[in-house]
Structure formats: C-alpha cells, structure tokens
C-alpha cells in the first residue's frame, strides 16, 4: 500500500461492529461507509437496539459504585477520561470504557479490576445465550484492551438469564449470568491485526464484486440486498427453495434451481406432493383424512388464539426474561348444530394481564370443550403457564391445555396449494381458501401486535389512539381464529375453494 492509500485509510475510524460487518460482508462494510443511502431502514433492528439500551441500563444500574464514561463531549475525550480513571486507580466497575488502538475504538460495557493487575469485561447483550457473532465482538475488544497495555484476566458475555424470576419490582439482581469466554477467542484475538488491515484496504478501494448469498442474512438482514441483487436475473418462478424443511438445498448443491426440473420419483412424499401441486397447479385434497381426523374431536369447540408479549426484561413480579405473557385472546365457539359466537379477551392497561386472562378464559370456554389452535403446542405452553401461576384456576386451565387439538398437522397431511409456495403457516394457507386480507387490517401480524400493545399501554398515548390500536388488536385476533374455521370446513369438505 503506498503513503498516499495510508494516509485515506486513516480516515476511515474503526469499530467492533464494523469489524462485524466487515466478517458478515466486506461489501456491506463499504456501502455503509460510501453509500449509506442505498440503505433500507431496519425497523426491527432499530427495536433490536432499544432493547439493548434498556438492557445495558439496567446492567450497569446494578453496580452503584461504577462510573459512567460519557461520549458527550467526542469519544476523543472519553478516551482521555479512560486513562485517567485507570491511572488514578478507580475500582470500577468503568462503564463503556473506551479504548483507541491504530485507528479501532472500542467501548466496553463493562470494565472491572480483578486483582491488583488485572481486568475483566464484560461485553452485555440481550439475548438468553452466547451467539457466534458476540465472539467476533469480544476478540475486537480484547484484541484493543491488550494493544492499550492492559492485563485482560476474563472476558465474557453478559447475558440474560431466562431463570431469573422478578421477585420484587425493579430488583434485577441476578438477570444476568456470565459466560467467560476468553480461551475460546484466543485465535480470533491473534488474527485482528490481519483482519483490521484488511478492513481498511476494502474501504480503501472500489466497491467489492461480492454475489448476493447466504451471508445476506446471517447474522443481520442485510440492510442493501435490495440495492444489490437489483440487476439479477431473475430466477426461477418455482425455484426449489419452495420445498419445505430445507428440501432444497441438496438440489442447488447439483446445480439445480428450478423445481419444475425434478422429478417425483428421486422425492419423498411430501416434496413430491409439493411438486405435482406445483406442476399442475391443482391443490393436493386429503378430504376423507381430515374429515377423519376432525371426527374425532369432541363439542362445543373453542378455536383459540393468543397474542403474547415476550419482553427481555421482565415486566411483572411472577414473570420470566422472554416468557409469553398472553394480554388478548379471541374464541370461536362452536356448537354441534353449527352455531358460532365470538368471544374476546384484550387488557391494555398495561398491568400484570395474566390473572384476568386466566379468569376470562374460564368464564368463557365450556368445560367440556374442545380447543383448536394452529400450532397448539404454542397455546398449550400458554395455558400451562397461567396454571402454573393460578393454583385456584389450575384444574380447569390444565384442563384446557390437555384438551387442545392442533389444525397444522392437518393442514400439512391434507392440504397443499401451489401459492403456499412450501408454508403451512395460517397466513400462507389462508388465501389458498379464502379471501380474507390481512394487507387491510391495521395490526398485520404477530410482531406489529406486540407493537400495537406496547403504545396502548403507554400512559402518553393519546386516548383516541389507545382505542384505534386496541380495535386493531381485536380485528387482527379475531381474524385469526375465524380463519381457523373456513380451513377446518375446506379441509373436511364443508367448504368451497
């Protein structure tokens, strides 16, 4: 590289989570860098980040004694405020400590004295266990304490500990558990040099040619694949990724893309079924094996569904890092004559929702009934929980779970249509049968449920919002078991295609 290249390197400042993208893809690294605007926003990782501003809060709240290292005033100062807490011999624990070395400035969560001379990190993350990227992070973070002369003793992942139960509000002592992970990262520390200097010469050079692959995805969604796979042929109309539970991928190791290529004999039976639907465009139609099935399911029926929120930091005294906590419910209740009434269940009010769950879920479903759910081992789980909770309300909520058949394997065994293109999700299967949108309702899917439920529950929403997303809520629920419904009666033949 020649002086003039060093000196444009230079400017390019890097970051442990720079050096991760520049692992996942060189050529994401440089359009971050040169072309931000070829971007697509990134809503979920924009909540992603939220979650982890909460949760570092809350990590660095548990050590009164700790100091802050504020980036107010440019990190170059906050470099110089590093220095002078460890020269002068603060404890610690330091907090987002930073650290400069040839150009990488690091931040560490959490910088802590283990014995006289050496340290310990702790880099802290949302997520339940360690994950492949955070060892990148660590060995970014090591790799720079070392170059700055200190004595790296340990260095873990923070993470959250899905035992901990929240025993008294606002105690999160022990939510979190340490997984020390210094040994494993040995080589990746070593190897930083190379891969810094690297880093930088791809900055320092023209947009890589990198295909569109797997590394799109893995371990961040990729916020330019649509910038770059904007001028690829288009592939195939059934490309074989369509069958189900990986199906495809040993065909695109032999070349092959297209489904319509294959042949029914070289698949198994489900896979083969998916092609013949595919090819001829006729559904696959088990009536006879879902009418079967159905038969033997008892009355009334009660098609159930839940929507849940699962925060990292527990919310409630009782409740568990990512536990479903059920805040809606809706019900179909059907009778032997063929008598259908709604019934619903949604609390906003952003207190513990569980025990006026439980209760109306118990005044509502028949004693006898049996419940329907679309991959009920989700409601079952749901139900357990709330008995678990509610010894009064026990019996019949066991009760309920030991009672509840599952539509999806039905579904998979008896139905197939070439526009589920390989998923037997609800909403894959839904406009196969029937024209219900949810493109038209405001709250679309799970995940803008727990969206919609989170600003309802804020006391700052406006009170005309609060009730156009709790009408939302209740809309998108509903349309959830109702749907249920018309695929039973199209899988047994009680409906029309």
Request: glycine share 8%; aromatic share 8%.
């Amino acid at each position: 590289m020649t002086s003039v290249q060093t000196s444009q390197v230079r400017r390019f400042g890097l970051s442990k989570s720079k050096l991760t993208t520049f692992e996942q893809c060189p050529r994401r690294l440089w359009q971050q860098t040169h072309a931000p605007e070829r971007g697509e926003v990134d809503e979920e990782q924009q909540a992603r980040m939220a979650v982890g501003h909460t949760v570092g809060d809350i990590a660095c709240g548990l050590f009164p004694d700790g100091v802050m290292v504020d980036a107010d005033e440019g990190l170059n100062v906050s470099v110089e405020t590093t220095r002078h807490l460890i020269e002068e011999g603060h404890p610690g624990p330091i907090f987002e400590a930073t650290f400069e070395h040839d150009g990488v400035l690091i931040r560490a969560d959490v910088l802590s004295r283990d014995g006289r001379d050496g340290w310990h990190m702790a880099e802290v993350k949302s997520s339940a266990r360690v994950k492949d990227y955070h060892l990148g992070d660590l060995a970014t973070q090591v790799w720079v304490l070392g170059k700055a002369g200190l004595k790296v003793s340990g260095a873990a992942i923070r993470h959250i500990d899905t035992s901990f139960v929240l025993e008294r509000e606002g105690d999160f002592a022990g939510l979190f558990a340490d997984t020390d992970c210094l040994a494993q990262i040995a080589d990746a520390v070593e190897a930083r040099t190379q891969l810094v200097a690297d880093a930088r010469a791809v900055l320092a050079g023209d947009e890589p040619d990198i295909v569109p692959g797997d590394q799109c995805d893995s371990p961040f969604a990729c916020e330019f694949r649509a910038w770059c796979t904007r001028e690829q042929p288009p592939g195939p109309e059934w490309p074989v990724d369509i069958l189900p539970r990986g199906g495809g991928a040993k065909w695109r190791e032999r070349g092959i893309d297209n489904l319509l290529d294959l042949e029914a004999e070289a698949l198994s039976p489900l896979h083969a079924r998916v092609l013949e639907a595919t090819r001829t465009g006729k559904p696959f139609h088990d009536m006879e094996g879902a009418r079967s099935t159905m038969a033997q399911w008892g009355w009334p029926r009660a098609w159930l569904d839940f929507e849940t929120i699962n925060p990292a930091i527990p919310r409630w005294v009782g409740t568990r890092p990512y536990q479903q906590v059920p805040f809606q419910f809706s019900l179909h209740l059907e009778r032997s004559g063929g008598t259908i009434t709604h019934h619903e269940f949604l609390d906003t009010s952003g207190a513990d929702p569980r025990r006026r769950c439980a209760e109306a879920l118990v005044a509502m479903i028949p004693e006898d009934a049996t419940i329907v759910a679309y991959f009920a081992s989700f409601e079952r789980g749901v139900l357990r929980e709330l008995a678990s909770q509610f010894p009064d309300l026990a019996e019949r909520l066991m009760a309920m779970a030991n009672r509840t058949e599952d539509l999806l394997p039905i579904a998979r065994a008896c139905w197939y249509h070439r526009d589920q293109r390989g998923s037997w999700s609800i909403k894959a299967v839904l406009p196969t049968i029937a024209a219900l949108d949810y493109e038209a309702l405001e709250v679309k899917h799970g995940g803008m449920a727990q969206d919609a439920w989170i600003e309802a529950t804020d006391p700052s929403t406006d009170p005309v919002r609060k009730w156009a997303l709790e009408e939302g809520l209740k809309a998108y629920c509903q349309q959830d078991t109702w749907a249920m419904v018309l695929l039973a009666r199209q899988f047994s033949g009680q409906g029309s295609n």
